[in-house]
């Protein structure tokens, strides 16, 4: 296909932008000045505009100034101004528009909250992909970038932020504000940032750059410790990337309605509340959440804002990078965190569950049009986890400092340009000059190929043969090959060795009975043992003389071969129940995650459910006794989060005991006797709502509504869907689409439903009846609907996979956003089905 891109014949230089929001109306007019240059002679400037009434256009030239023609192509989102005398050379339109602030999250939206019992407003923006043209005419492709000088008409009242300190503020003769911000740096259309409204904020300096946080009236006091996230990541970054953050502010804005985790604006980072707001009372979870999302969006600001990918088919390099940055960040700034241990569960994980299927994609996607950009982030998993995978992988095999230098020479060549992913390669490859890696060759391999292979070792005279093929739930024929960076060691002094799989086939010398592939975990692949290797390597696990990171990997390749249906489910739980035990993170975090998929997907299987929550009760029950239930001060992170999830395992799988301690502290917090830790809760309202009632229910939901502080509103909210009663969770379902339920949360709701096995009965047939209104609400920049499509995985017949199909075939129900969530969900189904009819 070909690219629909403007071109350049005409290109922007810089924007005066001038915007009159209307806090009653919602509406906006505004007032664009275009400095472009005109590569040759030409009468025609194309742009991009949707949602847009264009008013009077003119096109000065020299001493020509000429009333221009307007045209639209709303399909294309394009809007043509027309001249009777040609031009050349330098040249500038001056455009009158008005837009909507509209409530659904794109473009110069409005989002609502509550100030002392009254509904309030704001505004915010969010433009990436491609939705500065929501906002005002533009060329917004990233390779076209320029400088903007943004000026903002207010009530006086209100407070204004963008990408630049304030440069003017004075009251007009009208009684209204006028705002001017200092000229940006050059950047692209999707980084400019609009904010008004009423803010408490804070601020503080880190490396001579003053960093400020902002959040709606009363949320002050869930500031300060961000900042001292904020101020300790970016020093990280100044220190790593050894090129200097050029603004000279950075800010960090939570906004209560909020389609993404947040957006890395230049100079002005926006934010759910949820993704920025804690204190020092939150949960672990929500602290290192916190603090990774900030180090994200930071770590933008050299990839993505300084060095700007040419065109959105190298998405990754924008996000795959924040995503790896963000990992080095956590275990520099917080070593007590123990970040490079849970990046295996966090980002591996997920990335190897999005890629195993048939209907997945590379990580670079051809993209041609705004629609393409809506697919790839669809499939997030792919361009921000497997993304950062593989970057940690090539890190491993190239060298640290060896990629550490090629990085700094890539944002000093490209800074305020763009770049491709071979600029990024050239300048690894060049930081490795004397050293016989292929960094180009092995990082261009499984950036451009789509899935990831298993190894099959079999041992043969002495020699392990290794072969690849590429890995999928499913049966494929799809005979590509990747050059796999081998790490291993043996059972002959445990030394690490070395290897580059550049073809199917490798043979290892083996010295000893067994080999470990894959060493470290930092391969982005899974390997095959034989069952007798296997034993061997089983063994070494329960000795702990493998450690944490490479039992995890044995284990979660042996989940994925039974799910997939190359073992057997006996296989897999008699490893887990030989050897598994007493185990360290992650591996324990681990099984208790596979062993709940197992008690949920058999729920309703009487002869294998009660043998295998049998095994779940016993591992939860032996890691609650080395824990206990309580949170001790100065624990381990990771002691954290894996005791709420053996409570939580322990519950579903039917722990009497567990039950009646978890519902009987539920009840008493409840009633205000006993203070219950925010990292057990999640687990204690799960179990309460699993065995309770609807007047349990009636009490949360009224709970959720009057909740204040974000991570109790989404914990209680998430509880809503976890009761067994078919009823309580359709009203559940009805609930998240009412006004009490922000657009962005309604889809909590729906994901905790389908992920209860008792919700999987009637989550279709709701999800069906209600799409109309999910098609009206989530609109593609939203990247909201294909969650619900492919929600409907979690499924298991035959029937429901061709309902599915044929309720999806209809044109009405379709949407190009969402067509390969639903393809992945019907694999999915397929999946499931399979797995079911072989026990």
Not at 694 to 717: G, M, P, S
């Amino acid at each position: 296909m070909v690219r629909d891109s403007l071109g350049k014949d005409v290109v922007p230089l810089r924007y005066s932008l001038t915007f009159e929001p209307d806090f009653k109306s919602f509406k906006f007019s505004g007032k664009a000045v275009v400095s472009v240059a005109a590569g040759k002679r030409c009468s025609e400037i194309t742009m991009n505009a949707a949602e847009l009434e264009i008013g009077s256009a003119v096109v000065t030239s020299g001493s020509a100034r000429q009333k221009a023609k307007v045209s639209h192509d709303r399909k294309r989102q394009r809007v043509t101004f027309s001249v009777a005398k040609p031009f050349k050379g330098d040249a500038e339109i001056e455009i009158e528009f008005r837009g909507l602030h509209n409530d659904k999250m794109y473009g110069f939206y409005r989002s609502r909250y509550s100030e002392n019992g009254k509904e309030r407003y704001m505004l915010s923006s969010q433009f990436e992909a491609a939705n500065a043209r929501n906002a005002f005419p533009c060329f917004d492709e990233p390779e076209l970038k320029a400088v903007f000088d943004v000026c903002m008409i207010v009530d006086k009242d209100k407070e204004c932020l963008s990408n630049m300190p304030v440069k003017e503020a004075r009251i007009m003769r009208d009684g209204r504000k006028l705002v001017r911000f200092h000229e940006t740096p050059k950047m692209a259309t999707y980084l400019l940032y609009l904010g008004v409204g009423s803010y408490d904020s804070v601020e503080g300096i880190s490396n001579g750059v003053k960093l400020r946080l902002f959040a709606t009236p009363g949320k002050r006091k869930m500031l300060e410790l961000p900042l001292d996230y904020s101020k300790r990541i970016f020093g990280f970054f100044v220190d790593y990337f050894g090129v200097r953050y050029p603004l000279p502010k950075l800010d960090l804005i939570a906004i209560p309605d909020f389609a993404a985790g947040a957006m890395e604006n230049w100079g002005a980072m926006t934010f759910r509340e949820s993704a920025l707001l804690a204190d020092k009372d939150s949960s672990t979870a929500t602290k290192q959440r916190v603090a990774e999302v900030i180090a994200h969006e930071m770590a933008h600001q050299w990839f993505g804002d300084l060095v700007t990918m040419e065109w959105w088919d190298d998405l990754w390099l924008n996000e795959s990078f924040a995503t790896f940055m963000s990992y080095k960040a956590m275990d520099k700034v917080f070593p007590e965190w123990h970040v490079s241990l849970e990046y295996l569960d966090d980002f591996i994980a997920p990335a190897m569950g999005a890629d195993q299927l048939l209907h997945t994609n590379p990580i670079s996607v051809e993209v041609n049009s705004p629609s393409d950009i809506e697919r790839v982030f669809a499939l997030s998993a792919i361009v921000y986890e497997k993304g950062g995978s593989i970057l940690r992988m090539v890190e491993n095999y190239s060298g640290s400092e060896t990629f550490r230098m090629g990085l700094r020479s890539y944002l000093k060549k490209h800074s305020y340009s763009n770049a491709t992913k071979h600029d990024l390669w050239s300048a690894i490859d060049g930081a490795a000059k004397g050293s016989r890696t292929k960094v180009a060759e092995v990082a261009s391999a499984w950036i451009d190929k789509k899935g990831f292979p298993v190894v099959e070792v079999s041992v043969r005279n002495g020699e392990a043969l290794l072969k690849q093929r590429r890995f999928t739930l499913l049966s494929n024929s799809d005979r590509q090959t990747w050059p796999i960076p081998i790490s291993y060691v043996d059972s002959d002094g445990m030394k690490e060795r070395k290897a580059l799989m550049e073809g199917k086939e490798l043979r290892l010398k083996l010295e000893g009975e067994w080999l470990k592939l894959n060493y470290g975990q930092y391969g982005f692949y899974r390997t095959a043992y034989p069952m007798a290797m296997l034993n061997s390597l089983g063994e070494m696990v329960s000795g702990k003389g493998l450690s944490s990171s490479d039992a995890w990997g044995i284990e979660s390749d042996l989940f994925a071969f039974m799910v997939s249906g190359r073992v057997g489910i006996e296989e897999y739980t008699g490893f887990v129940d030989r050897y598994c035990f007493n185990a360290e993170y992650p591996l324990n975090s681990r099984v208790l995650g596979h062993l709940h998929w197992l008690v949920s997907r058999l729920y309703g299987n009487s002869r294998i459910l009660k043998e295998v929550e049998e095994l779940a009760r016993s591992y939860s029950g032996e890691l609650l006794d080395r824990l206990g239930w309580e949170w001790k001060d100065g624990e381990r992170t990771s002691d954290t989060m894996t005791r709420n999830s053996a409570i939580s395992l322990s519950g579903i799988a039917g722990n009497a005991s567990t039950v009646g301690k978890a519902t009987g502290m539920f009840n008493d917090f409840m009633k205000g006797k006993i203070s219950l830790n925010n990292n057990l809760r999640g687990a204690i309202y799960g179990i309460a709502a699993w065995n309770g009632n609807r007047e349990l229910y009636a009490d949360l939901k009224k709970r959720y509504v009057k909740e204040e502080v974000i991570e109790e509103k989404n914990r209680l909210l998430r509880t809503l869907g976890y009761f067994k009663d078919h009823s309580i969770l359709k009203d559940a379902l009805d609930f998240s689409l009412s006004k009490d339920v922000r657009y962005q949360d309604a889809f909590v709701v729906h994901s905790i439903v389908c992920g209860n096995p008792v919700g999987r009965d009637i989550v279709w047939k709701w999800t069906r009846e209600n799409w109309k209104e999910l098609m009206k609400r989530f609109p593609s920049g939203t990247h909201m609907l294909d969650r619900y499509a492919e929600n409907m995985g979690v499924l298991s017949t035959n029937g429901d996979k061709e309902s599915i199909r044929l309720f999806f075939s209809e044109p009405k129900n379709m949407r190009d956003d969402i067509g390969q969530s639903v393809d992945r969900a019907l694999e999915s189904i397929e999946i499931n089905t399979r797995f079911m009819q072989r026990l």
